[in-house]
């Protein structure tokens, strides 16, 4: 074997051989389908979703033994969508932060799933016309608490902007989990 | 200032709590906060001077120290000691402590021994994992629930039962079954010499009652006797209600500061597993973990008293030798649950010692017995199964394991057991201390008469019409205190005692039968009637005691007839 080969030379036969290995690049039109939102791609699934989120009511009860404690915030409802099944729950906001168009929201998630999902695609939906709002990875922080760090538009910053976690959220919320999302 | 970092973290948690930024209090959800900070808040001299805390471990363990000895104090948490093991135990699980290796210990547990709960898992039968540690922090509440899971998950109404539970024990029906317990048998705060001291005197006082009841006449020395025994119970009586308020009211006060503290708090309980709780066997070690929090967020309010500081001395010290089993009613009482797998999953637990269950038939030593054995020869099979082929003679020279079992009806049985309370001496004074008391008290009247006798009484009309009855009628409020004696040459002699008379203003009086002698000698009318004092005490009646009155038969026999 030659041992007096130049390293360029060397360099330059390594990065042939990958070119030639690599997978072809994507065709545009799947780039354009992997951006769409995954309501766009599956809307049967989602309008399934949506649907049962809005079957989910609160009505707030208030039969306190207790001086009302102001800071107990109210829950969100949200469906979780994990291993092929649909679980309605409710999450708890523990923290509700817009600066500069970057929306901080971190939630507590009541059904305690076995082994905990690590991160779900969580899709806000408005809470009036059930229309998908936003979406992003919510990734587990502590326990059972998630956190969401987003870029939201103008419009939804000044809407949002001086809610408090102890509001009533305008939104509710989907959480796919990542078996979920490669099933659709 | 060496670790500003964290009070940088701190403050912006409060205030972020304050604008509504953040839904729980700093404290309460000082971990979420914390990764919250650290990731996306921290600045860059923050996160360079965290890492370079985090570079040794000598630093991280003086970062743990200054978070006990400075932060706590200095950060308005109301003194709690529990605090800073609970942040400890919160920020260990997560970046960059979870890589830190002065947390590992943390990490896993917040570091305060509790009793065990025996919690089975799916199918089991009784494994030694089945024995579970729980721990218990009491934290200032912020408005969630009043008990909260860590570990695990169960009904939140069943968690406020056993909190109820607690409150009854410090400030309801369960502390004054625990303190009526106490106050009848259980072990006092004496030095052994004033318990010997103590015991001699009620020996003494039974001795004395003996001696006046079936002993000699005690003649002149009756004064005497009967001072000596009323003093010496009624010092004795006085000592134990003294000794029995005081500490009644230490223990209610420690109590009422327990209970208001528990009112103020939110009870975390942790235990390893992730199971979904089925069932409330496990609420009576949750409650003993949860009064035992308290007393490790407060132990000041102890202080005073001698009870909560014996049964909480020993809690302490020796609360990871113990086991519960029991559901737990909001008045603290216990109702029966399965043992057999308990037991057996004890047994396989070398450091379970004590198992506190319900007052059931199957709690019995004979029960644990018999697992014992039962357990003996499964060990044995596994150990002859692990190598089939070898033909090996085994010698088992293990030691064969313990358990004993404390029955309890109430979650106050549990307290006379932990602060050792059971003592078989203080049972034997207590019987002896009631029986003697309660013949004192019967007899109380006749040694009050002993020492103070009623004035002498006067004879007052009527006297009898009938020539054959004599009626000495005195004007006395204790009749039965006197008796009569009529001495004469001409009638035969008698003593008789007055008795009090039916109807209103007849006075009492002694009906003497005028009888006449054989060979009477003088004339009819010599006769001296004599009244003299009756002594007595309960059945025994003693000699005739000072004569306090002396008439002539002519005078009788001419007061009023009725």
């Known amino acids: ?184 | 200032m060496r670790f500003v970092w964290f009070w940088t973290f701190w403050h912006w948690s409060k205030e972020s709590f304050r604008d509504g930024v953040l839904l729980r209090s700093p404290l309460q959800g000082v971990g979420g906060h914390w990764d919250e900070w650290f990731r996306h808040e921290a600045s860059e001299n923050d996160l360079r001077a965290i890492e370079q805390v985090g570079r040794a471990e000598s630093t991280q363990r003086e970062f743990a120290a200054w978070l006990f000895r400075h932060w706590a104090p200095e950060a308005s948490l109301g003194g709690n000691r529990m605090i800073p093991r609970f942040v400890l135990g919160q920020l260990a699980q997560l970046p960059p402590f979870n890589r830190w290796p002065a947390f590992d210990e943390c990490r896993a547990r917040y570091g305060v021994e509790g009793i065990s709960a025996i919690v089975l898992g799916a199918d089991s039968k009784g494994e030694a994992e089945d024995v579970r540690r729980v721990e218990a922090l009491a934290l200032p509440a912020d408005g969630g629930p009043s008990v909260v899971p860590e570990g695990f998950q169960a009904d939140p109404g069943e968690l406020e039962v056993l909190r109820r539970a607690v409150g009854s024990l410090l400030r309801g029906k369960g502390l004054l079954l625990f303190l009526a317990l106490w106050a009848g048998r259980g072990r006092r705060p004496y030095p052994r010499w004033i318990k010997v001291i103590i015991g001699l005197g009620w020996c003494t006082t039974a001795g004395l009652i003996l001696y006046l009841l079936i002993g000699p006449d005690p003649g002149d020395r009756l004064a005497t006797l009967s001072a000596t025994l009323l003093a010496l119970w009624g010092g004795l009586v006085l000592l134990a209600i003294l000794v029995t308020c005081r500490q009644v009211i230490a223990a209610w006060r420690a109590g009422r500061c327990w209970s208001d503290l528990l009112q103020r708090s939110e009870v975390r309980l942790r235990m390893d597993g992730g199971l979904t709780l089925k069932g409330e066997s496990a609420g009576f070690a949750f409650s003993l973990n949860t009064l035992l929090s308290l007393y490790r967020a407060d132990p000041r309010s102890a202080r005073g008293s001698w009870l909560w500081q014996r049964i909480f001395r020993k809690l302490c010290t020796d609360a990871k030798l113990w086991a519960a089993t029991g559901v737990v009613t909001a008045g603290g009482e216990l109702k029966s649950v399965v043992l057999e797998p308990k037991f057996r999953a004890c047994l396989q637990r070398t450091d379970i010692e004590y198992i506190l269950t319900p007052n059931q038939r199957d709690a019995r030593q004979k029960a644990i017995d018999g697992s014992i054995e039962e357990i003996g020869s499964i060990k044995r099979e596994k150990a002859r199964a692990r190598l089939p082929g070898m033909r090996t003679e085994w010698g088992f020279a293990e030691e064969k394991p313990r358990l004993q079992s404390f029955r309890c009806r109430h979650i106050a049985h549990s307290l006379m057991i932990f602060g050792g309370f059971r003592s078989v001496w203080q049972n034997v004074m207590s019987s002896l201390a009631v029986i003697v008391s309660g013949v004192v008290l019967f007899g109380l009247p006749d040694l009050f008469y002993l020492l103070a006798p009623p004035p002498a009484p006067r004879v007052v009309a009527p006297s009898s019409s009938s020539p054959y009855y004599l009626w000495v009628s005195l004007d006395t409020k204790t009749p039965t205190r006197f008796q009569v004696v009529l001495e004469s040459d001409y009638w035969s002699n008698r003593r008789v005692k007055v008795g009090a008379q039916r109807g209103a203003n007849v006075p009492a009086r002694a009906e003497i039968l005028l009888r006449r002698l054989p060979a009477p000698a003088g004339k009819e009318d010599n006769a001296t009637i004599w009244v003299e004092r009756r002594f007595r005490f309960l059945t025994r009646e003693y000699a005739p005691g000072e004569r306090v009155g002396r008439y002539s038969l002519a005078y009788l026999t001419q007061l009023d007839h009725e």
Request: aromatic residues 10%; charged residues 25%.
């Open chain 1, 1 to 184: 074997m030659k041992d007096d080969i130049p390293i360029e030379l060397l360099l330059r036969w390594r990065f042939a051989r990958a070119e030639s290995e690599a997978p072809p690049a994507p065709r545009a039109a799947r780039l354009i389908a992997e951006a769409r939102p995954w309501w766009e791609t599956w809307p049967e699934r989602f309008q399934s979703l949506v649907e049962r989120l809005g079957r989910v009511q609160i009505a707030y009860g208030h039969a306190m033994t207790e001086p009302s404690n102001p800071r107990t915030g109210y829950p969100v409802t949200a469906v979780i969508d994990h291993d092929g099944q649909e679980l309605e729950t409710f999450v708890s906001v523990l923290y509700f932060a817009i600066r500069e168009r970057r929306f901080c929201f971190r939630f507590h998630l009541t059904a305690a799933l076995r082994p905990p999902v690590e991160s779900f695609e969580t899709t806000f939906i408005s809470k009036d016309g059930f229309s998908p709002l936003l979406s992003g990875q919510a990734t587990r922080s502590v326990d059972n608490e998630y956190r969401v760090d987003l870029q939201v538009s103008d419009e939804l910053a000044r809407k949002w902007d001086g809610l408090k976690v102890t509001d009533h959220m305008p939104f509710r919320l989907i959480l796919r989990s990542g078996s979920s999302i490669n099933d659709g």
